[in-house]
């Protein structure tokens, strides 16, 4: 059963009214648009996935609520059109849930988990059109590299490439636990005791089949654009990679520039509108009751000034 990571801290977070007007960016199975829902009865939800199950299952769920949300199929890179397509400008808050949803780790057919054999899909929307075979298979060794490197932080990046490369020149390479064996043959035996050795390689794969950190980038930026005075983002992380793009680009947001900050008072036309409102990561009875915690992280900016 999937359970939502650091669920109170982020509706906390949210800082809801009853008539506030919320967008869950990352809807999933409903964990935290069910919560959020329960507590806007005048406002309203927009929800985005592109999961169809995923909406199916959250329809039902939040229809034993109320009438006052929308789920919207599309990628939340689009958020900021689908809104605008809706006469909505402004909004009270939006939360972005960056981990992969436990039902489609659960799920053998979608490829996501090393642990489950399965077809190597890894595709979040099922009607996008390239997959983790496809990657696995086109690209090139110097390709394959990088994304291992830049998106796993795989230290056996090479060793894991060149395996890989070797292996699908004999025969195509179909599934998640081949690909797995693969990876755990190509690394040394002292690297497998601590995590499975795949793990890093099937995250950098996920992301580039997805193109999460680029989507991620861009709708971060459209829904800090589009907040209402003291409104929130709420951001939860599960990599270093996610965690980075939204620290640095809070940042931006909420730093004064750097040529006026050892003036003794800063003129009232750059002072920042955003202000850093938390980084909260996950208590300890929640890393012992939830292992998909451990590495979670929730930041959360809020618009102080128009």
Same mark, same amino acid.
């Given at each position: 059963?999937?359970?939502?990571v650091?669920?109170e801290?982020?509706?906390?977070?949210?800082?809801?009214?009853?008539?506030?007007?919320?967008?869950?960016?990352?809807l999933?199975?409903?964990?935290h648009?069910?919560?959020?829902?329960?507590?806007?009865?005048?406002g309203?939800?927009?929800?985005?996935?592109?999961?169809?199950?995923?909406?199916?299952?959250?329809?039902?769920?939040?229809?034993?609520?109320?009438?006052?949300?929308?789920i919207?199929?599309?990628?939340?890179?689009?958020l900021?059109?689908e809104?605008?397509?809706?006469?909505?400008?402004?909004?009270?808050?939006?939360?972005?849930?960056?981990?992969?949803?436990?039902?489609?780790?659960?799920?053998?057919?979608?490829?996501?988990?090393?642990?489950?054999?399965?077809i190597?899909?890894?595709?979040?929307?099922?009607?996008?059109?390239?997959?983790?075979?496809e990657?696995?298979?086109?690209?090139?060794?110097?390709?394959?590299?990088?994304i291992?490197?830049?998106?796993?932080?795989?230290?056996?990046?090479? *060793?894991?490439?060149?395996? $890989?490369?070797? /292996?699908?020149? @004999?025969?195509?390479?179909?599934?998640?636990? =081949? &690909?797995? #064996?693969?990876?755990?043959?190509?690394?040394?035996f002292?690297?497998?005791k601590?995590?499975?050795p795949?793990?890093?390689t099937?995250?950098?794969?996920?992301?580039?089949?997805?193109?999460?950190?680029n989507?991620?980038?861009?709708a971060?930026?459209?829904?800090?654009?589009?907040?209402?005075?003291?409104?929130?983002?709420?951001?939860?992380?599960?990599? *270093?990679?996610?965690?980075? $793009?939204?620290? /640095?680009?809070? @940042?931006?947001?909420?730093?004064i520039?750097? =040529? &006026?900050? #050892?003036?003794?008072?800063?003129?009232?036309?750059?002072?920042?509108?955003?202000?850093?409102?938390?980084?909260?990561?996950?208590?300890?009875?929640?890393?012992?009751?939830?292992?998909?915690?451990?590495?979670?992280?929730?930041?959360?900016?809020?618009?102080?000034?128009?």
């Amino acid at each position: 059963m999937h359970k939502s990571v650091l669920l109170e801290e982020s509706i906390t977070s949210l800082a809801l009214k009853e008539d506030s007007v919320i967008v869950d960016c990352t809807l999933g199975y409903a964990g935290h648009s069910f919560q959020i829902l329960k507590r806007i009865r005048k406002g309203f939800l927009f929800a985005f996935d592109q999961d169809r199950e995923a909406i199916s299952h959250s329809s039902l769920k939040l229809a034993s609520i109320g009438t006052n949300y929308e789920i919207i199929y599309s990628n939340f890179v689009h958020l900021k059109e689908e809104l605008l397509k809706r006469n909505i400008e402004k909004v009270d808050g939006f939360l972005f849930d960056l981990g992969v949803s436990s039902p489609q780790l659960d799920e053998d057919y979608r490829g996501f988990s090393f642990h489950k054999d399965a077809i190597l899909d890894m595709r979040m929307d099922q009607n996008s059109s390239k997959t983790a075979k496809e990657v696995i298979h086109t690209y090139t060794k110097e390709a394959l590299i990088r994304i291992l490197r830049e998106y796993g932080e795989e230290k056996y990046a090479s *060793s894991i490439v060149n395996a $890989i490369v070797r /292996e699908r020149a @004999k025969k195509e390479i179909e599934t998640t636990l =081949e &690909l797995a #064996n693969i990876i755990k043959d190509a690394v040394p035996f002292s690297y497998r005791k601590d995590h499975h050795p795949a793990r890093k390689t099937f995250q950098a794969i996920r992301i580039e089949v997805n193109d999460e950190l680029n989507v991620f980038r861009k709708a971060l930026v459209d829904a800090i654009s589009m907040l209402s005075l003291h409104g929130r983002v709420c951001v939860i992380t599960f990599h *270093s990679l996610e965690d980075r $793009i939204c620290k /640095e680009i809070m @940042k931006e947001y909420t730093d004064i520039p750097k =040529e &006026l900050r #050892n003036l003794p008072v800063i003129p009232e036309a750059y002072e920042p509108k955003y202000k850093i409102i938390g980084n909260i990561v996950p208590d300890l009875q929640e890393l012992t009751e939830n292992n998909r915690a451990r590495s979670a992280r929730l930041r959360v900016i809020e618009k102080i000034k128009e």
